[in-house]
């Protein structure tokens, strides 16, 4: 959601098929689909708010590619 106009940018839909039936890795799998989605309509993601999941976690501090983009929990 961008935060001035509240408006949603990416919504992504993930089945646990699609996720070696791990529903722990959904989220992480729905929060790079999303993400990379944005990047790559050049839209500037200067912070990224999520619960505490650590799959996410990892995926922020691993690719560089989310290295300008700061994690909040």
């Given at each position: 959601m961008e935060n001035d106009t509240?408006?949603?940018l990416a919504v992504h839909t993930i089945d646990k098929r699609m996720?070696?039936?791990?529903?722990t890795n959904m989220e992480k799998a729905g929060f790079q689909t999303a993400l990379n989605v944005l990047l790559e309509k050049d839209i500037n993601v200067k912070e990224v708010v999520t619960d505490a999941h650590l799959g996410i976690g990892s995926v922020m501090s691993e690719f560089v590619k989310y290295l300008n983009t700061m994690q909040m929990q």
């Open positions: 509240k408006k949603i996720t070696d039936r791990k529903s």
